[in-house]
């Protein structure tokens, strides 16, 4: 059973393109999180997700940032026109739909230059 | 005053040491989360509860649900247990984190 994958694992993207980071979850879980953190800052919450459906945001950023988990495919975190304070290791993680222990991905280095 | 303080932040200790984490919060949760990143970045669960005391290998976790305070606990430490450890408190499905703990252990 592979664990929690994410692509790509490095992202470099030039201020003002966008990054599209993937998530996909553990097979059997329909609950997917993503965090955000920053360098030398702890893990922070962003979103959580269900399939089609946006269960808890408080964490996205109002602008720019926005996530989805089609019915079929990865979950997917969007940053439009992105900017070097943007720059962050993104973590996904997936749980079952009973229960709340969670698997992490590797996580997605964004660099923006 | 943040959510969930863990201490120390830093930790030096030679190998064979028994070591100890600890992490307070202060919101109701349902289950307490410790997580190990590594230097490459990546995240492993360690531990889920919500009381009382599990545990895995030389890893001991405990609970005090009326305390809001938890531990992990190293026994015989080895160097490749050098990390960081992460406490995550769960309400619902949200996790909020603490700092950290930087974690080295020298043979």
Same mark, same amino acid.
């Given at each position: %059973?592979?664990?929690?994958?994410? %692509? ?7 201020? &003002? =393109? ?20 920053? @360098?030398? #800052?702890? $893990?922070?919450?962003? !979103? ?19 996530? #989805?988990? @089609? ?13 070097? &304070? ?10 079952? @739909?009973?229960?709340?222990? =969670?698997?992490?991905? @590797? ?7 | ?8 932040? %830093? ?14 919060? *202060? !919101?109701?949760? *349902? ?19 919500? *009381? ?14 009326? #305390? ?13 247990? *050098? ?6 408190? &769960?309400?619902?499905?949200? $996790? ?9 252990? %020298?043979?």
């Amino acid at each position: %059973n592979a664990g929690v994958m994410q %692509n790509p694992r490095h992202l470099v993207r030039r201020r &003002g =393109q966008e990054a599209r980071l993937r998530c996909s979850p553990m097979k059997g879980h329909s609950h997917v999180y993503w965090y955000r953190q920053l @360098p030398e #800052e702890g $893990l922070k919450f962003m !979103v959580y997700l269900q399939k089609e459906n946006i269960i808890d945001e408080s964490g996205m950023p109002k602008e720019r940032f926005s996530a #989805e988990f @089609p019915k079929e495919g990865p979950s997917i975190l969007r940053i439009q026109q992105v900017v070097r &304070g943007d720059s962050a290791a993104y973590f996904c993680a997936s749980s079952p @739909p009973q229960g709340y222990e =969670q698997y992490f991905g @590797p996580g997605t280095r964004l660099t923006v230059t | 005053k943040n959510e969930v303080e863990q201490s120390p932040q %830093n930790l030096t200790a030679q190998e064979g040491e028994f070591i100890t984490i600890n992490c307070s919060y *202060s !919101v109701g949760i *349902s289950a307490l989360h410790w997580l190990q990143q590594h230097p490459g970045g990546g995240i492993v669960s360690l531990f889920m509860l919500s *009381s009382g005391k599990k545990k895995h290998g030389r890893l001991i976790a405990t609970i005090n649900i009326q #305390e809001k305070h938890s531990s992990l606990h190293i026994t015989a430490s080895h160097p490749r247990d *050098s990390a960081v450890y992460i406490c995550a408190v &769960g309400s619902g499905s949200r $996790l909020t984190f603490g700092e950290g703990t930087q974690l080295t252990v %020298n043979p």
